[in-house]
């Protein structure tokens, strides 16, 4: 993407769109005062954005904010971690949020709950399960990179597992 277009969906397709004015008034605002990009994108867009999550405050979470757009009433979405924006997308037309919601967004939710899911089954199976046959430690050993689990979670397996 160039800096001065913007990913845009438009008659069905994803293109590269000259960027709107306001995404230019919402950087000065951000840039200009101490402001995060969100709350300058809500301030310039005067609309709260609307928030789809999955674990927003776990290391697996996601987020999209969609925030109406003043020209037509279109859309501005984000997708993006705790801690980066991923992707954006303008959808300037008010007829086209629909199928876009439908073929781009709900399934990347879809696809980003079935991760996180099997993410949390994988950390489960890390704490509960016996391990194979050939090794002589009685669990399988927790990964690096996973955090323990919440106190509660463990003790719900335990008594689904009869311990």
């Given at each position: 993407?160039k800096?001065?277009t913007?990913?845009?969906y438009?008659?069905?397709?994803?293109?590269?769109?000259q960027?709107?004015?306001?995404?230019g008034?919402?950087?000065?605002?951000?840039?200009?005062?101490?402001?995060?990009?969100?709350?300058?994108?809500?301030?310039v867009?005067?609309?709260l954005?609307?928030?789809?999550?999955?674990?927003?405050?776990?290391?697996?979470?996601?987020?999209?904010?969609?925030?109406?757009?003043p020209?037509?009433?279109?859309?501005?979405v984000?997708?993006?971690?705790p801690?980066?924006?991923l992707?954006?997308?303008?959808v300037?037309?008010?007829?086209?949020?629909?199928?876009f919601r439908?073929?781009?967004?709900?399934?990347?939710?879809?696809?980003?709950?079935?991760i996180a899911?099997?993410?949390?089954?994988?950390?489960?199976?890390?704490h509960?399960c016996?391990?194979?046959?050939?090794?002589?430690?009685d669990?399988?050993t927790?990964?690096?990179?996973?955090?323990?689990?919440?106190?509660?979670?463990?003790?719900?397996a335990?008594?689904?597992?009869?311990?």
């Amino acid at each position: 993407m160039k800096n001065d277009t913007i990913t845009t969906y438009l008659h069905g397709e994803i293109i590269e769109a000259q960027k709107p004015e306001w995404i230019g008034r919402a950087k000065t605002v951000c840039n200009g005062g101490e402001i995060p990009w969100h709350a300058a994108l809500t301030k310039v867009l005067n609309f709260l954005p609307r928030i789809d999550s999955i674990g927003a405050d776990d290391r697996d979470g996601i987020q999209i904010l969609t925030w109406v757009t003043p020209e037509g009433g279109g859309h501005y979405v984000e997708f993006c971690t705790p801690h980066h924006i991923l992707d954006a997308v303008w959808v300037p037309d008010k007829a086209e949020w629909l199928p876009f919601r439908t073929k781009h967004v709900l399934p990347f939710l879809q696809a980003h709950a079935a991760i996180a899911a099997a993410n949390t089954f994988e950390r489960l199976v890390q704490h509960f399960c016996s391990a194979p046959a050939h090794r002589s430690s009685d669990r399988v050993t927790p990964r690096p990179d996973h955090p323990p689990l919440p106190a509660a979670l463990r003790r719900a397996a335990r008594a689904a597992g009869g311990a």
